[in-house]
């Protein structure tokens, strides 16, 4: 059974990515996406990103130059070191202070005349802190990628436009594209390099030999003069890879063939965005226009209307996910109410008015009760999003505590709703129909019976996390199109490992990777057997009953058995 996730956020995680849409970023995203993660692109040139991505199918959760983003994984893309000093120092200032990951993509090979740029920009990413790490891509290669990205596609591109091929005193590294994409994704979500460096590389080709298997597929070429010097960057760790260099070279040429040669663009400077200001209205200037214009008499009634306007503007900013503006206009619309309350019961005690006045008064202490309930749920989903950063993080921290406080401020939350409505169900008169008659009235016990199952997921929430023991989920991802009893056919999985209330692991695996471990024959049902064509049983099958628990088990047998976890 799937989560209820309307009430419930989405706790994807969220991975910007700064670059122009090149070859590796496009593959990136594709891979993010299908990983179940939501990507910001941060970019100057949102239309040629539109452009890029106009294939992609889920756009929902894809942003393109989003005027806010908090993401708990930053890529930085700078594979032919053109990004300033102040570009990186914009990156730092954005994220050093918070709970976000960053990796930044450099080459592996670059030339002797880009040494200095690369140490500085080694020293800037040592200095940031360990949330910051670097990754040295070996020379791609594969469909999609430009000449910035690789000086080895730049070669086949100057082999393919001029006939001339520029000569290199030193090696090429070529690493596939997708596979480049897919180590990096890893990286993010594992303990990636965050305070070092990796390294992802093919195996070492000389220049000479990629010069000899260039000229073999784009006929006559003529070396340049003067072999241009390359040097490699120092990594710790190494992940080489194995890569068929002339198919991969073939692959690139054709793709080279499709694209139009166009001049390079010179890149304009990074535009800084106009933050809005509010406008400065000086307060005595309205005040007196409001005493002038409506007069005393009529002022409760214009804080009446500025509290509902703003009810209902931090409703909207809630819904949006904008919980600070929420809060405060929340907290504006109940200040509002409550002077409007103050005034009209001090007018309700001038004879003959108190009668007239009533609607009024109830009016104002229903907005001002509402008012005070929503900032009570910003204040929930605030020590909310503190407990799950907690268990994100690396902090050690109290679960017991944060969830014993989440959970008494989602209980104040059910009670003082159930008194709202309590107070509307027994008022009569217009206010109280026309309050019913509204759309948001009817969700209110739908999203009580939401607040009561939170509080008690809550409850449970230390033994979840690991905090009596260490605790690992199977978390089985199954796609739709392909039908299955519980959902949908498994193409992948992954463990989740708690311990002490943080998440310590999360590992993602293709399940073909884990079904090609098992050892022995499992008869399959003969449904799988006769419809399928498949002989032996296995994990990417498993879920076969409708029975939860049944295929749960199952999945958990299975794994067992493929991988011994």
Not at 257 to 276: A, C, Y
Not at 543 to 555: E, G, I, V, Y
Request: glycine content about 10%; some cysteine.
């Amino acid at each position: 059974m799937s989560p209820d996730t309307s009430f419930t956020p989405d706790y994807r995680p969220t991975v910007a990515i700064f670059s122009e849409p090149g070859g590796l970023a496009v593959s990136l995203v594709e891979k993010l996406l299908a990983d179940f993660c939501k990507v910001a692109i941060m970019a100057d040139d949102p239309k040629s990103w539109g452009k890029a991505t106009d294939h992609i199918s889920q756009k929902n959760f894809l942003e393109i130059a989003p005027a806010e983003v908090s993401p708990e994984y930053v890529v930085f893309i700078d594979l032919d070191l053109t990004k300033s000093d102040g570009d990186y120092e914009k990156l730092i200032k954005l994220y050093s202070k918070s709970n976000a990951k960053i990796l930044v993509i450099l080459p592996y090979s670059f030339k002797v005349k880009d040494s200095a740029r690369l140490g500085a920009i080694q020293e800037i990413i040592k200095q940031a802190g360990s949330d910051f790490g670097a990754i040295y891509l070996g020379d791609l290669v594969g469909p999609r990628i430009n000449g910035a990205e690789s000086d080895l596609v730049g070669a086949l591109t100057e082999g393919l436009t001029k006939k001339t091929w520029p000569l290199l005193e030193g090696s090429y590294y070529p690493v596939n594209i997708f596979a480049a994409g897919r180590e990096i994704a890893k990286s993010l979500f594992s303990f990636g390099p965050y305070g070092d460096s990796l390294a992802i590389i093919g195996p070492e080709v000389g220049g000479t030999h990629v010069f000899e298997r260039a000229g073999a597929l784009l006929g006559q070429i003529e070396p340049s003069s003067g072999a241009e010097k390359r040097r490699e960057a120092v990594a710790p760790q190494k992940i080489v890879g194995q890569v068929n260099l002339e198919q991969a070279m073939k692959e690139t040429v054709e793709w080279l063939k499709t694209v139009p040669q166009r001049k390079q663009l010179i890149k304009e400077e990074k535009k800084v965005r106009e933050e809005l200001k509010t406008p400065v209205v000086s307060k005595r200037l309205v005040l007196r226009f409001l005493l002038v214009l409506f007069g005393v008499i009529l002022l409760p009634y214009i804080f009446l209307s500025l509290s509902a306007a703003t009810l209902l503007a931090a409703s909207q900013f809630m819904g949006n996910g904008k919980f600070e503006a929420a809060g405060y206009f929340f907290g504006a619309g109940r200040v509002s109410a409550d002077i409007a309350f103050g005034q009209i019961s001090l007018y309700s005690k001038i004879p003959l008015a108190g009668q007239a006045l009533v609607g009024s008064k109830n009016l104002s202490a229903l907005l001002k009760k509402g008012n005070a309930l929503g900032g009570k749920g910003i204040t929930a989903i605030k020590e909310g999003s503190l407990l799950f950063s907690k268990v994100l993080g690396e902090d050690v921290y109290d679960p017991r505590a944060l969830s014993q406080n989440l959970a008494l401020e989602l209980d104040e939350l059910y009670q003082e709703s159930g008194f709202l409505l309590t107070e509307v169900e027994g008022g009569g008169g217009i206010l109280a129909n026309f309050i019913k008659s509204r759309p948001f009235y009817k969700i209110i016990p739908e999203a009580r019976e939401k607040l009561l199952l939170t509080k008690r997921i809550i409850g449970e929430f230390p033994a979840l996390t690991g905090v009596e023991k260490p605790t690992t989920y199977l978390i089985l991802f199954q796609n739709n199109m392909e039908l299955r009893p519980t959902g949908g056919f498994i193409g992948s999985f992954a463990l989740a490992s708690f311990d002490g209330g943080r998440l310590t692991n999360l590992q993602v695996s293709d399940v073909y990777a884990a079904d090609g471990q098992l050892k022995g024959h499992v008869e399959p049902p003969l449904p799988i057997k006769n419809y399928l064509g498949e002989a032996n049983w296995y994990l990417r099958d498993s879920n076969w009953d409708a029975d939860f628990p049944t295929s749960a088990s199952r999945a958990e047998w299975f794994l067992d058995k493929e991988i011994d976890q």
